[in-house]
C-alpha cells in the first residue's frame, strides 16, 4: 500500500501538466492579429468597422471592450483610483475615471462609456476623428497673414 505523500505527489505532478498543457494550448492557438494586420485589411472591411455603432456602457456592465477603455484612460492619465478591480467590469471607480476624462476635454460629465466619450479616447490615444480632432475652422486661430511691403 501507497502512502499519502505518493498520491498527493501524483495529484501535484498531474495538476502541473495540466496546466502546463492549458498554457501551451493557449499560446498555441492564441490570436495572431498584429498592428501590422491594419495595412493588410482592405479598406472596404475599415469601413465597415468604422461605421459600427460605438457600443455603450455603465455602471454594472461587463465586457471586455471595458478593459480596453481602461487601459485607454490610463494611457491619458485618467487611471482609475487604487481598489479592487474586475477588468471587464464598469464600476464605480472606472465611472471616477470616465467623469475625470469627460470634464477635461469639455464633454457631457455623465460617467457613462458613450460614442462621445469612445471617440474622445480614440482621437487623444490614435489621432484621426474625434471630438478634440473635430473643431470647426471658426474655432481655430486664423492664420498668419503675408505681409509684403
Not at 456592465?61 to 478591480?85: S, V
Request: no cysteine.
Amino acid at each position: 500500500m501507497r502512502g499519502k505523500g505518493h498520491t498527493a505527489t501524483r495529484r501535484l505532478a498531474a495538476l502541473l501538466t495540466m496546466g502546463a498543457l492549458v498554457l501551451m494550448g493557449t499560446l498555441t492557438l492564441g490570436s495572431s492579429a498584429s498592428a501590422g494586420d491594419l495595412e493588410a485589411t482592405s479598406e472596404d472591411a475599415i469601413e465597415t468597422i468604422g461605421a459600427r455603432p460605438w457600443p455603450a456602457y455603465g455602471l454594472g456592465d461587463q465586457h471586455p471592450d471595458i478593459a480596453a477603455a481602461r487601459d485607454l484612460l490610463a494611457h491619458l492619465g485618467h487611471a482609475p483610483p487604487p481598489g479592487e478591480d474586475a477588468q471587464s467590469e464598469f464600476d464605480d471607480r472606472k465611472q471616477t475615471s470616465v467623469r475625470a476624462l469627460q470634464a477635461a476635454h469639455g464633454l457631457h460629465e455623465h460617467g457613462r462609456l458613450d460614442a462621445e466619450t469612445w471617440e474622445m479616447l480614440r482621437g487623444q490615444t490614435f489621432g484621426g476623428p474625434g471630438p478634440a480632432a473635430r473643431a470647426s475652422p471658426s474655432d481655430s486661430p486664423p492664420a498668419p497673414s503675408a505681409h509684403t511691403e
